[in-house]
């Protein structure tokens, strides 16, 4: 009987030891993630620029949302990638202000801006 006990405590410690290593490796991966979302910023941080720079002397502030939620992640990171570099990078879609002038074209885009209560912005 005792050394059922004892197997038997033995093997809890064991699990309760390999619970504590998988909550560190989950927490460790969490943390990662959480950094490299931090790292890439908001849709906005790459949406807003390249919409001021196509559309200079317009409020784009509150258009930013639909053209973010309607670009593809290749789109996104292509004007994004302009951040770090002074705005200089030209991807296959142009400009990060082309792309941006493209996606605020498209008739998805132009159906958030009319469904949020904004004005389109010009063609």
Known sequence: MRTALFQAGVALAVCWASVAAAESTLQDMTDN???????MGE???????????AFPGVDVSAHASCVSYHATPEELSQMGGTQATG???????GTPSEIAASIAARPETRECFDGSGLAGLPQ
Do not use: K, T
């Not at 849709?43 to 720079?53: E, F, I, K, N, T």
């Open 33 to 39: 993630i959480n950094r490299a979302a931090e790292d």
């Open 43 to 53: 849709p906005h941080d790459a949406v807003s620029p390249a919409l001021r720079d």
């Open 87 to 93: 705005g200089i990078v030209v991807g296959e879609g």
